[in-house]
T-cell receptor, first 115, second 111 residues
Framework: DTEVTQTPKHLVMGMTNKKSLKCEQH?????MYWYKQKAKKPPELMFV???????INESVPSRFSPECPNSSLLNLHLHALQPEDSALYLC??????????????FGPGTRLLVL | AQSVTQPDIHITVSEGASLELRCNYS??????LFWYVQSPGQGLQLLLK??????LVQGIKGFEAEFKRSQSSFNLRKPSVHWSDAAEYFC?????????FGTGTSLTVIP
């Protein structure tokens, strides 16, 4: 089973709202990732967790706050977003710690619209 | 610096025709190479990967890719394209502790 699930599929929020995106995997993977993807562009790495610890933060604004409660679950908390944050947010996981040799498995994404 | 280039932004092929999507990379050592496909509004699905060994790699959905060290390329091929292959294709390179995506190639399939 190589499934990564993400909820919700779609999310519309105002600039003053607080919302959370959820990602789950049950493959026993120890690294999990958040990506942001704009239309017709490749995914841009935001955060990486390895063994439940934040290992990479690609200078993401503080209005995005990741959380890894356990090895199977990854959240992305959103607060005071801007319209330009509207995008597809993808979660991925890989077996071991973040490494170029690890295959990343992606979830279906959450389509976020900020009004 | 490491980089991944997909020279073709958009390709249109007829259903049943053969397909080749190009990918070139820049990296000092042998990288780990991947091809992903993304249907509209969906996540990325792994088509195939190359780590070492046989330079011709078979993947899912009838795709294959060939690693050519001398050309720093990892081109994706399919002998006969189906309408359901219309999607965005991303080449990716794993180097060090980083993962680099190419800019993607959008494939249109015409009947």
């Amino acid at each position: 089973d190589t499934e990564v699930t993400q909820t919700p599929k779609h999310l519309v929020m105002g600039m003053t709202n607080k919302k959370s995106l959820k990602c789950e995997q049950h493959m026993g993977h120890r690294a999990m990732y958040w990506y942001k993807q704009k239309a017709k562009k490749p995914p841009e790495l935001m955060f990486v967790y390895s063994y439940e610890k934040l290992s990479i933060n690609e200078s993401v604004p503080s209005r995005f706050s990741p959380e890894c409660p356990n090895s199977s679950l990854l959240n992305l908390h959103l607060h005071a977003l801007q319209p330009e944050d509207s995008a597809l947010y993808l979660c991925a996981s890989s077996q071991e710690s973040a490494s170029g040799r690890e295959t990343q498995y992606f979830g279906p994404g959450t389509r976020l619209l900020v009004l | 610096a490491q980089s991944v280039t997909q020279p073709d932004i958009h390709i249109t092929v007829s259903e049943g025709a053969s397909l080749e999507l190009r990918c070139n990379y820049s990296y000092g050592a042998t990288p780990y190479l991947f091809w992903y496909v993304q249907s509209p509004g969906q996540g990325l699905q792994l088509l195939l990967k190359y780590f070492s060994g046989d330079t011709l790699v078979q993947g899912i959905k009838g795709f294959e890719a060939e690693f050519k060290r001398s050309q720093s390329s990892f081109n994706l091929r399919k002998p006969s394209v189906h309408w359901s292959d219309a999607a965005e294709y991303f080449c990716a390179v794993g180097a060090g502790n980083q993962f680099y995506f190419g800019t993607g190639t959008s494939l249109t399939v015409i009947p």
